[in-house]
């Protein structure tokens, strides 16, 4: 989805190592985008990356009436592959590559931006016609220097594809990388690491490795290592082994980690290792040197 707000780091309230387990608690700043709101994680002031993952925001929930809904016209983006999650309702993909998709709860789309894809994300009118709810996960890989460049591709993966396991009484699906003895078969450009898990009031769940990770509670609340982690905080973790995070409720989180891969910049939907590559993308864009989105071929956000 494109970056909504003007500037995408934004800023947040942090607190910082509350323990040794914890390297600090994000808590989001909310943006109210006219009935609709978006809680921005990363890119912040205070954390710019977690692995590969650059950009974490929640979108919802948002109930719209009969007629209304999510109408975000063409946009483009460059550098990195964009990950669409939903935990309600429904968004009609479309873009620059012929890809139409209507992404629904539980699947993984995987948007490979490269040298440059356009896309849109709209409803359906079988959705529009009724009263509905839109909740979900935008979130953002930086993917190595190696294939900044790639050709652009989308890959659509049905729920029923995702891996899911059982940790301890805790159901967990691993949507991109490996954890807990599975894989994921959602297409990977580093060590990358995204799972969920919904854990019922007392369970515990011992945190899978990686060199960097964080968890956001979508739901609910934890406790860990004696710091208290509130519904839409995200906990970024140190990399020691036998990290447990347990629910004082029922709670729902999603877990992003995985190996950094250098520095990136961040302009409005552009990332680049380079500045002057996102310099380029900005007068591509206002230059129609983008591929248009097949079937939406009509409109489009300007820079």
Partial sequence: MSNVLKVA??????????????????????????????????PTAKQKMVGPWIFFDEMGPADFPAGEGINVRPHPHIGIATVSYLFQGE????????????????????MVAGRGIAHSERERPEVTASDHRLHGLQLWLAVPEAHEETEPAFHHYPSDDIPAININGVPVRVMIGSAYGVTSPVRSF???????????????????????????????????????????????????????????????IALIGGEPVGRRFIEWNFVSSRKERIEQAKEDWRAGRFAKVVGDEEEFIPY
């Fill in 9 to 42: 780091e934004q800023q947040c309230d942090a607190i910082e190592a509350p323990c040794t387990a914890i390297e600090k608690i994000l808590t989001p700043r909310v943006a109210d985008l006219g009935g609709f709101s978006v809680r921005r994680l990363l």
């Fill in 91 to 110: 968004i009609l993909h479309r873009d620059s590559v012929g890809s139409y998709q209507p992404i629904r709860p539980g699947d993984i789309n995987l």
């Fill in 190 to 252: 580093s060590e990358t690491l995204y799972l969920e898990a919904a854990l019922k009031a007392g369970q515990t769940l011992e945190l899978p490795d990686a060199p960097e990770r964080a968890v956001y509670v979508a739901s609910g609340s934890l406790k860990a290592h004696g710091s208290e982690l509130p519904t839409h905080s995200m906990s970024v973790f140190a990399p020691e082994a036998g990290v447990c995070i347990t629910a004082a409720e029922d709670t729902r």
